[in-house]
DNA sequence: TTGGGTGCAAAACGTTTGCACCAAT
DNA sequence: ATTGGTGCAAACGTTTTGCACCCAA
């Protein structure tokens, strides 16, 4: 049962497994586009959980920072977020449609090292995404 | 002289030279790191140029949307420009004490052409930035 | 029971926009 | 003399914060 295993895994976190936290979570679960906060509050609303913007981004704070979510930014001026435990891939940003794809591509872990290397400097993370035209937007 | 290359510069881009302009051209071309709104009001100021934020904002955009400036996203809830003629490059941002570092990498454009011919995307950009830990910060 | 989580309101930021005036060409 | 650029103020959208109340553990 998909509920309990979002309320395992918040416990994994100490965590406490709220209505708003285990609806955010299936909302995660079920969408392959990084969701925004709108998004979620749109959801939360469908969903019939009463919230209110400051618990959500709370709440993608709060998941972030414990290691359930990851942030992602495509230069639009706000915040999304998507599950930390999906395969490892980058994102497809249609300047015309704004469809957002994923991708999968060599891994630059050997950048990582090479730089660590070079440089000193220890890579925990990266960010990497590729903005231009979609397929159907190409004409 | 430095002044009149700026003043070619934004010719070549049908862009009057005003004082501001130029001063925020003179900044960008000694700067290292990417600069965001506020070092460039500060500068204008220590200048002597009387200026305002909607200004500034006005000649970043300006500025990106002829090509001349990039604009660059380290995940701080803010934009960072740096001039677009500059070897391509990455960044290396430190979790501990902020500090932007160049970094050269492989070059991705075989990622790109790779998406090409895999999804039809086609790539006319793409952002990389690196977070961790500076030489410094690792204890 | 109790401390973490939420709702509400207000504020803090970064950024954009409308409009009158100014200044680069 | 044009018209593009600027300053100012107001608006906008996103995100944060303070505080009282509530509920998951």
């Known amino acids: 049962m998909e ?10 976190v100490n965590l406490r497994a709220t209505p708003a936290r285990l609806t955010i979570l299936k909302l995660l679960g079920r969408t392959k586009k990084p969701i925004d906060i709108n998004m979620a509050i749109d ?12 618990t959500v981004f709370r709440t993608m704070n709060v998941l972030t920072q414990k290691g359930v979510t990851l942030l992602i930014q495509l230069q639009e001026g706000k915040m999304r977020y998507e599950l930390s435990d999906r395969e490892h891939h980058h994102h497809l940003v249609c300047e015309i449609c704004g469809n957002i794809e994923d991708v999968l591509v060599d891994d630059i872990s050997r950048m990582e090292k090479k730089i660590r290397r070079k440089t000193g400097f220890l890579v925990k993370r990266h960010s990497l995404e590729f903005f231009g035209l979609c397929k159907n937007c190409q004409n």
Do not use: R, Y
């Open 3 to 12: 509920v309990n295993e979002h309320k395992a895994e918040l416990k994994n």
């Open 43 to 54: 959801f939360l609303k469908k969903e019939g959980i009463k919230t209110n913007p400051a």
